[in-house]
């Protein structure tokens, strides 16, 4: 009866085994905190279902599977892989075309070979914001759907700073208007932060209802008080140069600052996230708000200051777009990057780094599928399909396990707390 | 006669834990056999096999001598085995007869609902087996002793043979509890077969016929009350001596440190849950709250940590006016809680180890200095109070949620206690976890008290209350309706003040 020695004791019956990992452990553990097989394999299968898609939209398969279906499905083959050939060469740059440019020795032509590469940075920058913004709700378990409204009040802010003050050194003048745009983006964020603090006023509803005020706000400022003289179109002044984010190369390569000043964003929210009292808190309220309560954090600050710093990172996005790239506000200088990025949050786990490698995945594909439908006439929106595939797979993980057979984990993933409709 | 039940060697993996290992176990027509073990034991996992909910990875289930495969909760029905659950599946706004029917509901004309076909059966069952209850009541209106009658209605109109009880006591009164034995008594010696799940030793001694107690999955012995006592038992359940009666000496109560006058505290639905409650804790006792589960025991304990603003009335700790101060401010005032969700209040299980036990120091020195966190002093910390604690972790750095119920309140208890306090206020601060952690976290409230610390202890476990108490408020409806010293309370009194009966014998 007493078979005391016979039963195996479990892991946490032994004694506290109290040794540390490294430094460099405990950082590595924090970046991989859930698995990180599930968004590569996710990845790996939107590309799959992707050349599906491409292989189905290709007219050859359709007109010669009557004769021979064996031929059709090999003509899928070919169109999905010519497809994809033409993507990350238009991405990423041809080798033989970069090779051929060295050859030749023109200065002019080697920067127009490396060029998709850059091309694919910078299509990535305003990703890397959005996506830090969203991941940064997440975090406090809100959920931001208002990063492209605040994006556009960041638009706003840093293009009126960048043409209406003149003479100013270029040193502050850009960092002037791209903080304007962080602030304009913050403040965005602030108001549905306050009224879901003060009344409890859902922010997914009232981020959206900030999105189309934004919007609306948008038309109307380049329609009057903001409207570009002597042109009939609905566009702001262009701004001054020395508000212009610096750029590295001679055309055409666009390359410039903001992919820096992006990376350098991403490693401060790291820190504040991770490093300060402000972080724990924020992530605390957002892992457990009852136990955040309990542990005396003050719920309702966290909740305004989560959103109005979820703001600011999307307002940088949008200043980041214009002093970078279009120099002017327009109706339609954002493809979509707030919305883009809530599905880009999720696939790099609201994890700044994951954050920054999925901005750069998506900045890829963009950048190769403008190519794609120029050279090889797939239309562009199989990226934006590709896209909602990934983010299915990462929001069922269920399918990728049962598909590649991989076991549940044993503990519960640090998945992100959301709360839901009715919820506190 | 073949036993109405047997489960032969059941062996059920889950990944990385063996929840059953082999069990066997007989139940025989008639008899009432209880399953004593410790949470995560395996009882709940072979009971969810038995209903159907889980698949056995190995073993055989025989029903009246024959083999039978249990797929689902329709399969364990038919044949004939029904469950109480811990938490009541009935709808409040319907009728006894309505919730008795639903699911199975009889009908007259082609679909007019026959109510009384039912009810007339329900009357049926109350007078066969003593279990009094007015079908057409609404549910809602009914004290949870007779909710829970509605229940075994409900499995005895299904015609079940085989009643599996789990933890059926955790929401009664002793009273409701005796109750409930006898109407279990009534049903063994009409034929029908219990399975009686529980934790608590002295009820298997007083009801069962025969014990089995399960440990780490596995069988360690069948038994019966007379040969067994609770100390064996208990020893069975833990695999080694357990003390069961904490040791304390008489309190010396000192300085007053909290006093609560007049307070009323409203509910999430507005309701005034605390109705006029006035009490006072010296440093250096434990007063006891005792109290049937829904008597706003939590709303009170809201009020005296901050976590809710009472409507009226006035709390002081040390002193100091806190009746609308924040949890932070009261903290401050050298003020501890063991929250009584823990899981949903008092950790972030998502979190490391390192990180819930500083989950209300993590912003000062030495864990943050100029706002930066600084993870070598909570590292240390967490180190020392695990050792000091005896916290079960492989690492400091592994999630909270991966650890056992038992550690996980000790999480709570080290963050706690190992700060210098004035007040504890300790809400169930061992339900649901094993008997030696309960063992350890009494001793540590003890010792709590005897350095001088005013201790506020809610429980729902009368026997709790009454090991440690030094003076008992019994709270019912809201109002606390009489303060008693240990020394002049029985179990018998205090049971009957839970139940709303005061001394004079009326009810209130």
């Known amino acids: 009866m007493t078979d005391a020695e016979k039963t195996p004791k479990k892991e946490t019956n032994e004694k506290p085994k109290v040794d540390v990992k490294s430094k ?15 968004p590569i394999l996710a990845i790996i299968c939107g590309l799959l279902l992707g050349g599906v898609l491409i292989a189905l939209s290709t007219e050859e398969v359709y007109s010669t599977f009557a004769e021979s279906p064996l031929q059709a499905i090999g003509n899928g083959f070919k169109a999905a892989w010519e497809g994809y050939v033409t993507l990350f060469t238009g991405a990423l740059g041809s080798p033989a075309r970069i090779s051929e440019a060295i050859e030749s020795g023109d200065p002019r032509e080697i920067r127009r070979a490396i060029n998709p590469v850059f091309e694919s940075l910078v299509k990535s920058i305003p990703y890397i914001f959005a996506g830090l913004a969203v991941s940064l709700g997440f975090r406090t378990g809100l959920f931001n759907i208002g990063v492209e409204g605040q994006l556009f009040m960041g638009g706003i802010f840093s293009v009126w700073v960048g043409y209406t003050f003149k003479g100013l050194p270029a040193y502050i003048h850009f960092p002037f208007a791209f903080l304007a745009g962080a602030l304009g983006g913050a403040l965005w964020g602030f108001i549905p932060g306050l009224l879901k603090a003060l009344t409890g006023g859902h922010e997914v509803i009232n981020t959206i209802m900030m999105n189309y005020v934004a919007f609306r706000l948008t038309e109307w400022l380049l329609r009057i008080p903001m409207k570009r003289e002597g042109s009939t179109n609905p566009l702001s002044p262009i701004i001054e140069e020395s508000a212009e984010l610096p750029r590295f190369f001679e055309p055409p390569i666009r390359f410039h600052t903001g992919f820096f000043i992006a990376l350098g964003i991403a490693a401060l929210v790291y820190w504040f996230l991770f490093k300060t009292k402000w972080g724990f808190e924020l992530r605390t309220v957002g892992a457990n708000p009852h136990a955040a309560r309990y542990a005396g954090m003050n719920i309702l600050k966290n909740t305004v200051l989560a959103m109005s710093l979820s703001g600011a990172l999307a307002g940088m996005a949008g200043a980041n777009e214009l002093l970078g790239l279009n120099h002017h506000l327009s109706q339609s200088f954002s493809p979509g990057y707030g919305f883009d990025a809530i599905a880009l949050a999720l696939l790099g786990r609201n994890h700044p780094v994951g954050v920054v490698l999925s901005a750069l995945l998506f900045g890829t594909l963009r950048t190769g599928a403008t190519r794609m439908q120029a050279v090889a006439g797939i239309p562009i929106d199989i990226i934006s399909v590709m896209q909602a595939m990934i983010l299915a797979f990462i929001a069922a993980p269920a399918i990728i396990r049962t598909i590649f057979r991989l076991k549940e984990p044993k503990e519960e993933e640090p998945g992100v707390r959301v709360s839901g409709w009715g919820g506190s | 006669m073949a036993p109405i039940l047997e489960l032969k060697s059941i062996t059920k993996r889950f990944p990385g834990v063996l929840a059953n290992d082999k069990i066997s176990f007989s139940l025989e027509e008639g008899e009432i056999h209880g399953m004593l073990g410790e949470n995560g034991a395996g009882k709940t996992t072979l009971m ?16 009246r001598g024959k083999s039978v495969e249990i797929e689902s909760s329709r399969d364990a029905i038919r044949g004939g085995i029904g469950m109480v659950h811990q938490h009541f599946m009935l709808i409040p706004v319907f009728t006894v007869t309505e919730n008795v029917m639903l699911g199975d509901e009889p009908t007259k004309f082609g679909g007019i609902l026959d109510r009384e076909s039912t009810a007339a059966r329900i009357r049926d069952i109350s007078s066969t087996y003593g279990l009094e209850v007015d079908p057409g009541a609404m549910v809602s209106t009914l004290p949870v002793g007779v909710q829970q009658r509605v229940e075994i209605i409900k499995l005895l ?12 006591t955790s929401v009664l009164t002793p009273q409701e509890a005796n109750q409930l034995f006898r109407i279990m008594r009534s049903l063994a010696e009409s034929g029908k077969s219990i399975i009686f799940i529980t934790h608590k030793l002295r009820e298997v001694l007083e009801v069962a016929d025969r014990i089995t107690v399960i440990r780490d999955g596995k069988v360690i012995g069948t038994t019966s009350p007379e040969e067994a006592d609770k100390r064996k038992l208990a020893s069975m359940m833990v695999g080694r001596d357990v003390v069961l009666e904490v040791e304390k000496t008489k309190a010396k109560p000192t300085d007053l440190t909290m006093r609560v006058q007049n307070l009323k505290v409203l509910d999430d639905r507005n309701a005034l849950t605390v ?11 434990i007063l006891g709250i005792a109290g049937v589960q829904g008597n706003g025991q939590t709303e009170l304990i809201e009020a005296l940590t901050g976590l809710r603003h009472p ?47 500083v989950l209300n120091t993590y912003y000062i020195k030495p864990f943050t200095r100029r706002a930066v966190i600084q993870p070598e002093a909570i590292l240390e910390n967490s180190k020392d109070l695990i050792e000091a604690f005896d916290i079960r972790t492989p690492s400091p750095l592994v999630g909270l949620g991966t650890l056992s119920g038992g550690n996980q309140q000790k999480v709570i208890v080290a963050r706690e206690l190992s700060r210098p306090i004035k007040l504890l206020v300790a809400a169930q601060p061992t339900r649901g976890l094993d008997v030696g952690s309960i063992e350890y ?11 001088g610390v005013a201790v506020v202890l809610v429980s729902t476990e009368l026997d709790e209350i009454m090991q440690l108490s030094d003076r008992i408020a019994v709270m019912y409806r809201g109002q606390v309706l009489d303060i008693v010293a240990i020394e002049d309370a029985t179990k018998e009194s205090i049971g009957l003040l839970m139940a709303g009966i005061q001394a004079e014998g009326q009810e209130t």
């Open chain 2, 441 to 451: 976290i009494h001793g540590r409230l003890i010792e709590k008290r005897d350095q």
């Open chain 1, 24 to 38: 460099v452990g405990i950082f590595f553990e924090e970046v991989s905190q859930s698995s990180l097989i599930i």
């Open chain 2, 311 to 357: 409507v009226e009335g006035r709390i002081e700790l040390l002193g100091t006016d806190i009746t609308r101060s924040t949890p932070r401010q009261i903290t401050e005032l050298g003020s501890a809680h063991i929250p009584e969700d823990r899981q949903r209040d008092g950790l972030v299980l998502t979190y490391p180890v390192t990180d819930n036990l």
């Open chain 2, 157 to 168: 109109y299904r015609e079940a043979e085989i009643l599996i009880f789990d933890e059926p």
């Open chain 2, 48 to 63: 969810n096999i038995l209903y159907g909910l889980y698949h056995p990875d190995e073993g055989e289930i025989y029903i």
């Open chain 2, 275 to 285: 109705n006029g409650v006035s009490f006072e804790v010296k440093a250096g006792e």
